[in-house]
């Protein structure tokens, strides 16, 4: 057996000017693991006297633009048989890592742990824990990919990982823009589907959508991974729309859905993209995005966010179309995915009022403004019930 019984468990860390979110990230897992090393990139706060002291053993590595080089440098300095990968900015239940050290395989095995984007809620599986063995090493600049033998089974954990590094929007721009700089320095991006990907998703959050187009465009081409070409195409198409193309906006999400006619989010995009100008096939298209489910870890899709939003844009739809029920029982799957919503409630004092039920309608009303009392469809609704 190439590890020891039990296998041991190490803890990587790449940073740089992290002293804040240190007691967050790294402390509480230091007496998790067998042992810490903190590679730090040049930090000012004191991150590296921080981690010494929380118990890592601390090194230090010139930032030449290049994350694999880091971590492949942090990497050479790990011991442990198995090495759990955390930035400065995420965390991890160290009860959580405590119980899942206890079902490390003796034999050479890849975890994957599904990264949770704080505030925003998008989740996407990462390769976290892989075996400290020479094969195994990062490749790429940026969005950096860890390469490990095909040969190594690949199992899902239970793991949860936090990050909030981009909850600031100022210095997600920040970070948005060093990225970009460096993904367009690789000499990757052209022939690289996951670089192309990178590239025009990075351009679309920074709201430079005509630049985007065409990156998106070739990764959409050239993507074998089910992931990066159904999110190319959603991006794509939202790129088109803006641009005012709607007829190559339409052929994206449907080139999407035909790829993948089982695929929930290629259906709500297109579903929503047809909502003002299509309104029966776009009920079709979100009942079918709701029965195929929402998720997509592969690139981090919200799936309780889009499946509030298929819900409540389905019972507006319906209550336009005077289907009361069915209206009624889309509004209320969307109250039940998000209460502290108000617009689904509101939605439903609108459903009651519509069907004859006054009563209702000023009982649920009252409930909403008792909540948002400056929500300006709750008091428009308040006069014409005269409440």
Not at 31 to 50: I, M, W
């Amino acid at each position: 057996m190439p590890f020891s019984r039990p296998p041991s468990l190490g803890l990587l860390t790449i940073a740089k000017n992290e002293a804040q979110n240190l007691p967050k990230s790294l402390e509480p897992l230091v007496k998790v693991v067998g042992e810490a090393v903190f590679v730090d990139t040049g930090s000012t706060d004191g991150s590296q006297s921080l981690a010494a002291a929380m118990g890592a053993r601390v090194y230090s590595f010139p930032w030449v633009n290049d994350f694999s080089l880091a971590r492949n440098f942090a990497l050479s300095q790990m011991t442990a048989d198995y090495v759990f990968w955390l930035d400065g900015d995420n965390a991890v239940d160290p009860l959580a890592l405590a119980a899942f050290k206890k079902t490390l395989s003796e034999k050479p095995t890849v975890y994957l742990a599904l990264e949770r984007v704080i505030p925003q809620g998008d989740e996407i599986w990462q390769t976290r824990i892989f075996p400290n063995l020479p094969p195994a090493h990062w490749e790429g600049q940026i969005h950096e990919q860890l390469i490990c033998p095909p040969s190594w089974p690949r199992v899902v954990s239970s793991l949860i990982v936090d990050h909030w590094g981009y909850a600031d929007p100022r210095l997600a721009q920040k970070k948005g823009e060093r990225n970009l700089a460096l993904l367009l320095k690789t000499p990757l991006n052209q022939a690289n589907p996951y670089h192309l990907y990178q590239t025009g998703r990075t351009l679309y959050y920074l709201r430079r959508r005509l630049e985007a187009r065409p990156w998106l465009e070739e990764a959409a081409n050239k993507a074998e991974n089910p992931a990066l070409f159904s999110h190319s195409l959603i991006l794509l198409g939202s790129v088109y729309q803006t641009l005012g193309d709607h007829k190559a906006a339409l052929a994206a999400f449907e080139r999407l859905t035909a790829s993948r006619p089982d695929y929930g989010p290629g259906h709500y995009f297109l579903g929503r993209y047809l909502t003002l100008t299509d309104p029966a096939r776009a009920l079709k298209e979100l009942e079918l995005a709701l029965a195929y489910g929402l998720a997509d870890p592969g690139w981090g899709a919200n799936g309780p966010k889009l499946s509030f939003i298929a819900s409540l844009t389905l019972g507006k739809l319906r209550f336009k179309a005077k289907d009361y029920p069915l209206a009624e029982k889309h509004l209320t799957a969307a109250l039940n995915l998000d209460p502290a919503n108000p617009e689904p409630a509101l939605e439903l004092a609108r459903l009651a009022l519509a069907k004859g039920e006054k009563k209702v309608a000023k009982a649920t009303l009252t409930a909403v403004l008792s909540r948002f009392p400056n929500l300006r469809g709750a008091l428009v609704l308040a006069k014409e019930l005269n409440l």
